[in-house]
């Protein structure tokens, strides 16, 4: 029987998550998510942090059921683990107590073998992956390099199908994560290992650019895939191709492309939806020094991103942090992969530190709905003080704990910043200065 399920080797269909929270509300963190991997592709998964990439995984290796859709391997509907499928972790996830050699022949515990069998297939995966000579090391004797490749063998030992990874050298130092990587190409393109797909999650488009054959883009609120690249150099690839540079580029476009806000209808819930806004983790300092950079040369008010990513000493990942502040306070526009600051942008850059201040709080009031909210429930309240439990609880209606203390602290330090409203760290206390009143 020949049907379209079975020409492609996983297919996720439809997939919805919503987890509920210790307060009995609902997160949202997948919803819509379609895509396919084919025989001999290596696809990447590129997205920012908190977009769901790890939890898309874990449904896919059948750990946690999907609250929608499902996930076809080889047309079957992926219910719990299943054989075929395994996954790279970031953080190794080796056990202690066991030697190298013990950690691997673990992958092989359920599969029924002989004692004999899994030695020999444990050993074999070893030799592959380069971890000679370290059968019997313990985990805390290795390297972080060492123990990801004892983290590749467990994952390979059971011959998987498909290889799920989830940013598995994010853990790693620089040339450590490169040798692995080349290491584990070698292996993939000379076809020394018998998978036939590989899931890459990664927040590094460098890394999705060098190793994936597709390269889909994830973005957040709720994640889904948004767009897709094909890449179609060949192998090794040359990163200052011209070529190279360009995907990079592109990629860079899509992923700061302005996200497109769902249509509000109901109007009472508007200020709810505008409040669940996710404020990047940035503070006034941060902001301030990117906008100075860009508006001196050689770039006078206009940037482009790959260029300024190469010549800044922060993570791709920071540095879009700040750009998405920049952007959500209009002090920047960002449009195909080039960032260049707006009015706002180039007044405050120009401006002394008391004028910057009060151009911050025109920004903050103008265009972050949270900034408003806090300053308007600080205004009814007597004395005009409120604890920051107050703002968490009501953010968390719309975002997990973690994310709204985030966001808390995020606007927490824009509004002090810009003298909006002060902040106690010892009592936590929320207040605002009101003149009038004292007089
Ligand atoms: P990524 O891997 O892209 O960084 P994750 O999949 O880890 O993203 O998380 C996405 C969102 O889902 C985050 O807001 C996270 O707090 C939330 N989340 C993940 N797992 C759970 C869980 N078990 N319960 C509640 N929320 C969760
Ligand atoms: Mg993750």
Redesign the pocket.
Known sequence: MTTIATQNLLQIKDVRQA?T?NDGKK?L?LEGVNMELHDKEIVALL??????????LRIIAGLIEPSGGEVMFEGDKVTSLTRGISMVFQTFALFPWLTVLENVELGLEAQGLSEKEVRRRALDAIDLIGLDGYESAYPRELSGGMKQRVGFARAMVVNPEILLMDEPFSALDVLTAETLKTDFLDLWLERKIPIRSVLL?THNIEEAVVLADRILIFSSNP?HVSSEIRVNLPHPRDRLAPEFANLVEEIYSLMTAKVKTKEVVVGTRVTDITLGERLPRTSPNQLAGLMEEIAAAPYNGHADLPALDNALQMSTEELFQIIEALRILRFAEVDKGDITLTEAGRKFVAADTQKRKSIFAEQLLKHIPLATYIKRVLNERPGNRANRMRFLTKLEDF??E??AREVLTAITSWGRYAEIFSYDDNSEVLSMENPTAED
């Not at 997205?47 to 898309?56: I, M, Q, V, Y």
């Open positions: 987890f929270k997160l963190v997205g920012k942090s908190g977009s769901g990439k790890s939890t898309l999650v994640g975002m997990s973690v994310e």
